[in-house]
């Protein structure tokens, strides 16, 4: 069964602070991962996308790393802000069909 | 990048009434489309998934008759909920991908109440 997870469900840091979120995968056939950030009644906004043979790729402060042959990848967020507050949603996808985590909900306080 | 406006972000309508939401591809042509259905703290669930000119396939479990998909341009889609109910109250979002690149843009959601 093609699945994400995503752990934590939820994060709590103080500003400046530096975190990491989870994305576990289980896709067939495996095409490319994504990172998005979904603030708070709003759609996803993309982050990261990265195929099998890519390890990492930044944009800004947000760094993904992808394992393949584990099928975990990770968010890394640097200097967080208060407004890098929202939901951070992975996917998976095969080329034409993404699978969703539920997301870890980020809260950055001042 | 590619921008997907959905429209109304917000509406509240009464049971038993029916509600049109709009995705519009504004700088691209967007082959397929797709509607997603998200409940508070889960995640982004398909629904149906629509090409230009042609029906919709829908997911199971996902009526058919209820949500009415249209995508009858390159730059519109259109999800009317029929009928609606208070279980229908959730956050429906669009997604628009050209038939080129694989990348998906996703509309602003809209959020619908039933009461």
């Known amino acids: 069964k093609n699945q994400v997870e995503q752990s934590p469900q939820s994060l709590i840091i103080l500003e400046g602070k530096n975190c990491t979120l989870q994305?576990?995968?289980?896709?067939?056939?495996?095409?490319?991962l994504r990172w998005y950030k979904q603030d708070t009644g709003r759609g996803p906004v993309s982050l990261t996308i990265?195929?099998?043979?890519?390890n990492t790729k930044s944009n800004g402060r947000y760094t993904a790393t992808l394992d393949a042959d584990t099928k975990q990848s990770s968010l890394h967020i640097t200097a967080s802000h208060p407004r890098d507050s929202a939901v951070y949603i992975c996917a998976a996808t095969t080329g034409n069909q993404f699978y969703f985590g539920t997301g870890t909900s980020l809260t950055v306080i001042p | 990048g590619a921008v997907v406006s959905q429209h109304p972000s917000r509406v509240i309508c009464k049971s038993g009434t029916s509600v049109k939401i709009e995705c519009r591809s504004l700088?691209?042509?967007?082959?397929?489309m797709f509607w997603y259905r998200q409940f508070p703290k889960k995640s982004l669930m398909l629904m149906a998934t629509s090409n230009e000119g042609s029906k919709a396939t829908y997911e199971q479990g996902v009526e058919k008759d209820k949500f009415l998909i249209n995508h009858a341009s390159l730059t519109l889609s259109t999800l009317t909920v029929t009928s609606a109910h208070p279980e229908d109250s959730s956050f429906y979002i669009c997604?628009?991908?050209?038939?080129?690149?694989?990348?998906?843009?996703f509309g602003q959601g809209t959020r619908l109440t039933v009461v």
């Open positions: 700088d691209f042509q967007a082959t397929t």
């Open positions: 990265m195929t099998f043979s890519e």
């Open positions: 997604s628009a991908r050209t038939g080129l690149v694989t990348e998906a843009f």
């Open positions: 994305c576990n995968y289980t896709v067939r056939p495996f095409s490319n």
